[in-house]
Nanobody, 126 residues
């Protein structure tokens, strides 16, 4: 069983940085593809970034490319999302998810992910 916990959310001023982390307790996520998703009020959940199990492949949504960086430390069973130059439209609940069945691909929507964290609120003030 994989249990994902995402500390690191909070309130930040526009233009500022914030780093989210996603740690797994229980089963290792080192062989899982990992994704970060977000859901803003009144909007559907969207993928933000994804990373393969080895960390060799990544994917970014167009809206965050060049500003966000996904990375992982498999030794620490943790995935990170470094968010820079934050904008008010980045305000959302951010969740991480794990896909242990296909660790190589980084494309694909929420349906492929098996385990989900509870989410953490990120609010960007203008």
């Amino acid at each position: 069983q994989v249990q994902l916990v995402e500390p690191g959310g909070g309130l930040v001023q526009a233009g500022g940085p914030l780093r989210l982390s996603c740690a797994s307790s229980g089963r290792s996520i080192s062989s899982s593809a990992m994704g970060w998703f977000r859901r803003a009020p009144g909007k559907e959940r969207e993928i933000v970034a994804a990373i393969s199990g080895s960390g060799g492949s990544t994917y970014y949504a167009a809206s965050v490319k060049g500003r966000f960086t996904i990375s992982r430390d498999n030794a620490k069973n943790t995935v990170f999302l470094q968010m820079n130059t934050l904008k008010p439209e980045d305000t959302a609940v951010y969740s991480c998810a794990a896909d242990p069945n296909n660790p190589v691909d980084v494309v694909g929507g929420p349906g492929r992910y098996v385990y989900w964290g509870q989410g953490t609120q990120v609010t960007v003030a203008s």
